[in-house]
């Protein structure tokens, strides 16, 4: 143990007044000063009289009590810190020992010990030992954790640690800080602290020991600036040629100075060393945060010393560190080293190191880590440390999911590609504000050339730019450029209408992206002012510049529906204020030649989605032209209609009735479209011209249906028109009557193979809408009850026979139908979600529908099976009591559908229709989980009773449905209805001999599965127990995620055995599983195991029976199932019968 130094005379820190009475030796005293004898009082040592009466008002006022401890202070009252600290000073220039006894009681209380020294023998006690001490303390739970403690007294004790270690040192730098004692003997204790078991002394203690470096630092810092400047004034003496008194005295004050400062540097090597070398992979990531987190201070505040790799090393390993806190950490300590550009020479090595590291985080697991990484890596483009060949993978980032990440890539381009911020002798302002906007539009072009053929992707690009980018609000700029556009590449033509477009809708409040969530946004009063501005701004911009776009790419479809989509974001308004009414005419009129110049889908929902916008929110006189020219547009439609339809009639080609019927259908998904004899004629063609292409006969169909619709939503509820009803029962039978014949006519077509999927597609959306709109129970006892429709059984079995072979289309055929414009209307999930929609609805009976979709849940891919999870989701709220019968029925046929592929003997489709047949069942067993097992049981039981109902009505034949689709819903049934069934089926095979037949084995598993978990968690009914005390075996207690420890796991040290330095982000989980024997008495456990022994062995003796059919190597003996497959060859005719007289039942 080392000694405390007696106080130097030196080292003793003396008064100011004292000083100056030193100076001024043998001068009387005045009377405002007093004599020195009346200089000091008892109070307050060597103080002067009305100082000391100042400073004692003041902290009285403040809450200081002279009883008070130095715990106490940081504790309750963070003010008085620095009247404590003064106070200690004072104590220690006049008793050491004593002080410094205060100073450890104060640390080891901070660590929540209770522990007492004698300040006659410190100097004789081992640190060891007092910390030995200490951590038995800790180990005998008689320590208090102040640090980590909720309290409100205690919310800033952390805060109060750390400052009143800085008041400390900075108070003790003219004295006892360079006494080689004081700190040092602290440090030894701290140090050791850090290094014991128990964490509340670790995180203390590395509190402590990291705010001594950074203090040390700051005090380093003050010595350095004096250093140089005594440096200065000498060289100023040398360069006079003075060599007196005055060089003498600046040279020992240089040398005492960088005495200090050697003192110091050692200081905070001892620190570094004994404490950050072993904290940094504590266990605890608090602990590594903050030692990593002080560390990065320590590099920017002091880099003569820790700006080396054998320090900056810690901050890359840490990169790697399990905890998301802790990556980032260090992440955002190397930030604020690359930002400063002095230290850039130094860090070459270190960066060479670690800098795939670096890119690699980019794509960190924890999304607020990444966005880090993503900034640290900006740093480092700036600093020319990144070549571009290395940020190739950060650019796949740009459509990234979360939006934190796009955004920081975002920055990351723009600040690299685009401003070319690029640090050299010469600073580039962030902004590029010495280089024009078309400069910067130019770069962002060459980077929009490489999503040219996507517009998703380059709104992706743009979004993700649009906060930093100041060019892409230039509007004038931007339209400039497209007017004037000679040279400007087609591409790069179509890539700036749309950033003006995608630019122009960020401004006012659009997303241009799909938002991960829909929740609604709220702006504030400044922000809608703020959007609104915008489009005055936008509006501004394209007053008179916009007819002259549009003129000037109407005929090209890919800009021109971009251009249209800007009308609804402008403030119409303003075309009447600013007398630019012709202008908006001719905004008009272009918008309505481009209807009729183009037929995509997206060009023609532009134009009519900017027209129906103007005629309803345009200005009073702008409203009468745009409805004037809608009604102009609706009424050369019809014509072109009409005249295309005699054309195909006539022989001609079908184009111009197929485009014109893309028109007519976008226009009536807004508007109804009024034109006598319209849909009789299309009616009529649809029957006169089978030959026709699918596509045409697909949007006839759509506008037919649309038609009737429109008509549906006319008829007023109350008071009906008889007229417009007969219409509409007209309307609607023929289309019936049109959708039943394609229904066959594509079922013929389905069984010769041929390819009708558009159509087909089309057929069952429309039938499924169609019976939506006209289901019974919307117009059930209402004045429009004649309009409720249920279509009768035959006709809904031909729709799901037609559904299926939609659903049975490979993923190669929809990925070759993927570039078609209407893909997401016509797709194997559109259909499913039409059937689906008829069943949640109740739109038709459920007995038939329901079950063959839910049989479907694991045939089609990802998404089938969440349309039907939600399916079966609104059936339980809505329809509980029909869950048994669905359920049921659903498992019936994929039974169904294993036997006939038994009978075919194909293995690889029987294999996979008996997984299809088990998974079927385990999912909807599944359905029943946690409180909804209690809730729902009789439905289960009903299941089950129902099941097992089925299974003997053909036995042994049908009895391996017990094994594939029971047994899942009997596991969540109590042992109590687990007995009922037992005793049914026990009761049917009572007389019966399972070994003479294989068939009988499912029956014997399924029995053995009800015996097994009857007997494993109840014991036997008829047994009533006393209550007795419990003797023997004590009672398990349940696994419990065990709560913050002062001591980590056994064999686990404070030095970390595991390194937290590498792994996974996972932090360790409690899995939690439920044991239902080890909370059972003992004696029922005894009984369970002997009758469950009893059972077996019972089992067992009747197994012993000879069967002549039994043999050695015979593949029954290996599996139930086969065996099953081989009984039910040899039965294969009654099978024939029975499936078709299961057939019948369906059909009934």
């Given at each position: 143990m080392e000694q405390v130094a007696v106080p130097s005379e030196t080292s003793i820190r003396r008064p100011k007044r004292a000083r100056v009475l030193e100076q001024e030796e043998g001068a009387e005293p005045s009377k405002s000063t007093g004599s020195p004898d009346d200089l000091f009082n008892d109070d307050d040592d060597f103080l002067p009289k009305a100082k000391a009466k100042r400073r004692a008002a003041g902290a009285r006022a403040a809450g200081w009590r002279d009883d008070q401890t130095l715990i106490d202070v940081i504790k309750h009252n963070g003010k008085l810190i620095n009247n404590a600290v003064k106070r200690w000073v004072e104590k220690y220039e006049t008793d050491p020992k004593s002080a410094f006894v205060d100073l450890l009681m104060m640390i080891f209380e901070a660590c929540g010990a209770k522990y007492r020294l004698d300040a006659e023998i410190i100097d004789d006690i081992s640190v060891d030992d007092v910390v030995v001490a200490l951590v038995d303390l800790a180990r005998n739970g008689v320590a208090e954790d102040y640090y980590n403690s909720k309290q409100k007294e205690l919310k800033n004790f952390k805060e109060n640690l750390g400052a009143f270690w800085e008041a400390l040192v900075l108070e003790c730098q003219e004295g006892p800080l360079f006494d080689k004692a004081l700190f040092e003997r602290c440090m030894d204790y701290v140090i050791a602290l850090s290094c014991t078991p128990p964490r509340i002394y670790r995180q203390v203690a590395t509190l402590i020991?990291?705010?001594?470096?950074?203090?040390?630092?700051?005090?380093?810092?003050?010595?350095?600036?004096?250093?140089?400047?005594?440096?200065?004034?000498?060289?100023?003496?040398?360069?006079?040629?003075?060599?007196?008194?005055?060089?003498?005295?600046?040279?020992?004050?240089?040398?005492?100075?960088?005495?200090?400062?050697?003192?110091?540097?050692?200081?905070?090597?001892?620190?570094?060393?004994?404490?950050?070398?072993?904290?940094?992979?504590?266990?605890?990531?608090?602990?590594?945060?903050?030692?990593?987190?002080?560390?990065?201070?320590?590099?920017?505040?002091?880099?003569?010393?820790?700006?080396?790799?054998?320090?900056?090393?810690?901050?890359?390993?840490?990169?790697?560190?399990?905890?998301?806190?802790?990556?980032?950490?260090?992440?955002?300590?190397?930030?604020?080293?690359?930002?400063?550009?002095?230290?850039?020479?130094?860090?070459?090595?270190?960066?060479?190191?670690?800098?795939?590291?670096?890119?690699?985080?980019?794509?960190?697991?924890?999304?607020?880590?990444?966005?880090?990484?993503?900034?640290?890596?900006?740093?480092?483009?700036?600093?020319?440390?990144?070549?571009?060949?290395?940020?190739?993978?950060?650019?796949?980032l740009l459509i990234d999911e979360p939006p934190m990440i796009r955004r920081a890539i975002g920055?990351?381009?723009?600040?690299?590609?685009?401003?070319?911020?690029?640090?050299?002798?010469?600073?580039?302002?962030?902004?590029?504000?010495?280089?024009?906007?078309?400069?910067?539009?130019?770069?962002?072009?060459?980077?929009?050339?490489?999503?040219?053929?996507?517009?998703?992707?380059?709104?992706?690009?743009?979004?993700?730019?649009?906060?930093?980018?100041?060019?892409?609000?230039?509007?004038?700029?931007?339209?400039?450029?497209?007017?004037?556009?000679?040279?400007?590449?087609?591409?790069d033509g179509t890539n700036l209408v749309r950033l003006l477009n995608a630019s122009a809708k960020k401004a006012v409040g659009e997303r241009i992206v799909p938002a991960i969530d829909n929740r609604k946004q709220y702006l504030t009063k400044a922000q809608k002012e703020a959007l609104e501005n915008n489009r005055k701004e936008i509006t501004s911009a394209m007053l008179k510049s916009y007819p002259q776009l549009l003129g000037k790419y109407v005929a090209d479809k890919a800009k021109v529906s971009p251009l249209i989509d800007m009308l609804p974001l402008l403030k119409l308004e303003m075309y009447s204020f600013k007398r630019q009414e012709q202008n908006f005419k001719a905004v008009m009129d272009l918008i309505s030649d481009a209807f009729f110049k183009h037929s995509e889908k997206a060009t023609l929902r532009s134009c009519i989605k900017a027209i129906v916008f103007c005629s309803i929110e345009g200005p009073a006189d702008l409203q009468d032209y745009a409805q004037s020219k809608l009604n102009d547009l609706e009424s050369e439609l019809v014509s072109k209609l009409k005249n295309a339809i005699k054309e195909v009639e006539a022989g001609d080609d079908e184009y111009s009735l197929l485009v014109n019927l893309k028109r007519l259908y976008e226009l009536q998904l807004t508007k109804p479209v009024s034109s006598d004899g319209l849909f009789e004629d299309m009616a009529s063609i649809l029957g006169s011209l089978p030959e026709m292409e699918d596509e045409v006969k697909s949007f006839l169909l759509l506008n037919m249906h649309l038609s009737v619709v429109w008509s549906l939503h006319a008829i007023d509820g109350e008071n009906p028109d008889e007229t417009s009803m007969e219409t509409l029962l007209s309307k609607r039978n023929t289309l019936f009557h049109q959708l039943y014949s394609f229904t066959e006519t594509l079922l013929d077509a389905q069984s010769e193979g041929r390819s009708t999927s558009v159509l087909s597609c089309r057929v069952c959306i429309i039938t499924a809408e169609i019976w939506c709109y006209f289901k019974n129970e919307k117009f059930f006892s209402t004045k429009l009850q004649c309009l409720g429709y249920v279509p009768d059984l035959p006709i809904v079995q031909n729709f799901w026979k037609l559904c299926e072979g939609q659903l049975t289309i490979s993923d190669e055929t929809e990925d070759e139908e993927a570039n078609q414009e209407y893909i997401e209307e016509t797709n194997r999930d559109a259909v499913m979600i039409a059937a689906a929609k008829l069943v949640a609805t109740n739109t038709i009976p459920k007995g038939y529908l329901g079950p063959e979709i839910i049989s479907h849940i694991t045939h089609h891919g990802v998404?089938?099976?969440?349309?039907?999870?939600?399916?079966?989701?609104?059936?339980?709220?809505?329809?509980?009591?029909?869950?048994?019968?669905?359920?049921?029925?659903?498992?019936?046929?994929?039974?169904?559908?294993?036997?006939?592929?038994?009978?075919?003997?194909?293995?690889?489709?029987?294999?996979?229709?008996?997984?299809?047949?088990?998974?079927?069942?385990?999912?909807?067993?599944?359905?029943?989980?946690?409180?909804?097992?209690?809730?729902?049981?009789?439905?289960?039981?009903?299941?089950?009773?129902?099941?097992?109902?089925?299974?003997?009505?053909?036995?042994?034949?049908?009895?391996?449905?017990?094994?594939?689709?029971?047994?899942?819903?009997?596991?969540?049934?109590?042992?109590?209805?687990?007995?009922?069934?037992?005793?049914?089926?026990?009761?049917?095979?009572?007389?019966?001999?399972?070994?003479?037949?294989?068939?009988?084995?499912?029956?014997?598993?399924?029995?053995?599965?009800?015996?097994?978990?009857?007997?494993?968690?109840?014991?036997?009914?008829?047994?009533?127990?006393?209550?007795?005390?419990?003797?023997?075996?004590?009672?398990?207690?349940?696994?419990?995620?065990?709560?913050?420890?002062?001591?980590?796991?056994?064999?686990?040290?404070?030095?970390?055995?595991?390194?937290?330095?590498?792994?996974?982000?996972?932090?360790?989980?409690?899995?939690?599983?439920?044991?239902?024997?080890?909370?059972?008495?003992?004696?029922?456990?005894?009984?369970?195991?002997?009758?469950?022994?009893?059972?077996?062995?019972?089992?067992?003796?009747?197994?012993?029976?000879?069967?002549?059919?039994?043999?050695?190597?015979?593949?029954?003996?290996?599996?139930?199932?086969?065996?099953?497959?081989?009984?039910?060859?040899?039965?294969?005719?009654?099978?024939?019968?029975?499936?078709?007289?299961?057939?019948?039942?369906?059909?009934?």
């Amino acid at each position: 143990m080392e000694q405390v130094a007696v106080p130097s005379e030196t080292s003793i820190r003396r008064p100011k007044r004292a000083r100056v009475l030193e100076q001024e030796e043998g001068a009387e005293p005045s009377k405002s000063t007093g004599s020195p004898d009346d200089l000091f009082n008892d109070d307050d040592d060597f103080l002067p009289k009305a100082k000391a009466k100042r400073r004692a008002a003041g902290a009285r006022a403040a809450g200081w009590r002279d009883d008070q401890t130095l715990i106490d202070v940081i504790k309750h009252n963070g003010k008085l810190i620095n009247n404590a600290v003064k106070r200690w000073v004072e104590k220690y220039e006049t008793d050491p020992k004593s002080a410094f006894v205060d100073l450890l009681m104060m640390i080891f209380e901070a660590c929540g010990a209770k522990y007492r020294l004698d300040a006659e023998i410190i100097d004789d006690i081992s640190v060891d030992d007092v910390v030995v001490a200490l951590v038995d303390l800790a180990r005998n739970g008689v320590a208090e954790d102040y640090y980590n403690s909720k309290q409100k007294e205690l919310k800033n004790f952390k805060e109060n640690l750390g400052a009143f270690w800085e008041a400390l040192v900075l108070e003790c730098q003219e004295g006892p800080l360079f006494d080689k004692a004081l700190f040092e003997r602290c440090m030894d204790y701290v140090i050791a602290l850090s290094c014991t078991p128990p964490r509340i002394y670790r995180q203390v203690a590395t509190l402590i020991g990291v705010q001594l470096v950074t203090t040390y630092i700051s005090v380093g810092k003050t010595l350095i600036q004096q250093r140089e400047t005594t440096q200065r004034q000498l060289n100023a003496e040398k360069k006079k040629g003075n060599d007196g008194p005055r060089v003498e005295s600046l040279n020992r004050r240089l040398q005492a100075t960088h005495e200090k400062i050697n003192a110091l540097e050692e200081m905070m090597r001892k620190v570094f060393t004994g404490l950050f070398m072993h904290r940094y992979r504590d266990i605890e990531p608090e602990i590594r945060m903050s030692c990593i987190r002080a560390l990065g201070l320590w590099i920017v505040n002091y880099p003569s010393l820790f700006l080396q790799d054998s320090y900056l090393k810690y901050l890359g390993w840490t990169l790697n560190d399990k905890n998301a806190l802790v990556r980032k950490t260090s992440v955002l300590a190397l930030q604020s080293i690359y930002e400063i550009d002095d230290n850039i020479p130094s860090l070459s090595l270190f960066t060479d190191r670690f800098s795939k590291r670096m890119l690699q985080m980019a794509d960190d697991i924890d999304i607020s880590v990444a966005v880090s990484a993503i900034g640290l890596l900006k740093l480092l483009l700036r600093h020319q440390l990144l070549t571009d060949d290395e940020l190739g993978p950060l650019y796949d980032l740009l459509i990234d999911e979360p939006p934190m990440i796009r955004r920081a890539i975002g920055e990351l381009v723009y600040d690299h590609l685009i401003a070319q911020n690029i640090k050299s002798s010469q600073a580039v302002s962030r902004d590029g504000d010495g280089e024009p906007s078309e400069v910067h539009i130019g770069r962002l072009l060459q980077i929009l050339r490489e999503f040219s053929d996507d517009p998703v992707l380059s709104a992706y690009v743009i979004d993700d730019i649009w906060d930093d980018m100041k060019a892409v609000k230039d509007w004038k700029c931007i339209i400039s450029i497209l007017n004037d556009d000679e040279g400007l590449p087609d591409t790069d033509g179509t890539n700036l209408v749309r950033l003006l477009n995608a630019s122009a809708k960020k401004a006012v409040g659009e997303r241009i992206v799909p938002a991960i969530d829909n929740r609604k946004q709220y702006l504030t009063k400044a922000q809608k002012e703020a959007l609104e501005n915008n489009r005055k701004e936008i509006t501004s911009a394209m007053l008179k510049s916009y007819p002259q776009l549009l003129g000037k790419y109407v005929a090209d479809k890919a800009k021109v529906s971009p251009l249209i989509d800007m009308l609804p974001l402008l403030k119409l308004e303003m075309y009447s204020f600013k007398r630019q009414e012709q202008n908006f005419k001719a905004v008009m009129d272009l918008i309505s030649d481009a209807f009729f110049k183009h037929s995509e889908k997206a060009t023609l929902r532009s134009c009519i989605k900017a027209i129906v916008f103007c005629s309803i929110e345009g200005p009073a006189d702008l409203q009468d032209y745009a409805q004037s020219k809608l009604n102009d547009l609706e009424s050369e439609l019809v014509s072109k209609l009409k005249n295309a339809i005699k054309e195909v009639e006539a022989g001609d080609d079908e184009y111009s009735l197929l485009v014109n019927l893309k028109r007519l259908y976008e226009l009536q998904l807004t508007k109804p479209v009024s034109s006598d004899g319209l849909f009789e004629d299309m009616a009529s063609i649809l029957g006169s011209l089978p030959e026709m292409e699918d596509e045409v006969k697909s949007f006839l169909l759509l506008n037919m249906h649309l038609s009737v619709v429109w008509s549906l939503h006319a008829i007023d509820g109350e008071n009906p028109d008889e007229t417009s009803m007969e219409t509409l029962l007209s309307k609607r039978n023929t289309l019936f009557h049109q959708l039943y014949s394609f229904t066959e006519t594509l079922l013929d077509a389905q069984s010769e193979g041929r390819s009708t999927s558009v159509l087909s597609c089309r057929v069952c959306i429309i039938t499924a809408e169609i019976w939506c709109y006209f289901k019974n129970e919307k117009f059930f006892s209402t004045k429009l009850q004649c309009l409720g429709y249920v279509p009768d059984l035959p006709i809904v079995q031909n729709f799901w026979k037609l559904c299926e072979g939609q659903l049975t289309i490979s993923d190669e055929t929809e990925d070759e139908e993927a570039n078609q414009e209407y893909i997401e209307e016509t797709n194997r999930d559109a259909v499913m979600i039409a059937a689906a929609k008829l069943v949640a609805t109740n739109t038709i009976p459920k007995g038939y529908l329901g079950p063959e979709i839910i049989s479907h849940i694991t045939h089609h891919g990802v998404s089938t099976t969440e349309i039907i999870k939600h399916l079966i989701t609104s059936l339980k709220k809505t329809s509980t009591e029909e869950i048994p019968f669905i359920f049921l029925e659903a498992l019936k046929l994929a039974y169904h559908r294993y036997m006939t592929s038994v009978l075919k003997g194909n293995q690889l489709e029987i294999g996979k229709a008996l997984s299809d047949c088990k998974e079927l069942a385990s999912r909807l067993s599944g359905t029943f989980v946690g409180a909804a097992i209690n809730k729902n049981k009789p439905e289960i039981i009903k299941i089950v009773k129902d099941g097992v109902e089925f299974a003997f009505s053909d036995a042994p034949y049908l009895l391996i449905f017990l094994e594939l689709a029971l047994i899942p819903f009997v596991s969540k049934l109590p042992s109590a209805d687990v007995l009922d069934i037992l005793k049914d089926v026990e009761k049917r095979i009572e007389n019966v001999n399972m070994n003479e037949n294989f068939a009988w084995n499912p029956c014997s598993n399924f029995v053995a599965f009800l015996r097994e978990k009857y007997a494993k968690n109840e014991t036997i009914p008829d047994e009533e127990e006393k209550p007795v005390r419990r003797r023997g075996r004590p009672r398990k207690v349940k696994d419990v995620p065990p709560a913050k420890k002062l001591f980590e796991e056994p064999g686990v040290s404070s030095e970390e055995e595991v390194d937290p330095v590498s792994g996974s982000d996972n932090e360790g989980k409690y899995e939690h599983e439920d044991d239902d024997e080890a909370y059972q008495p003992l004696i029922n456990t005894i009984r369970s195991a002997a009758k469950l022994r009893g059972m077996r062995a019972q089992h067992q003796q009747s197994g012993s029976q000879p069967s002549s059919s039994r043999k050695p190597g015979n593949p029954a003996t290996v599996c139930p199932i086969f065996a099953y497959i081989l009984a039910a060859r040899a039965h294969s005719s009654l099978l024939h019968g029975l499936f078709s007289n299961y057939s019948s039942e369906l059909n009934k």
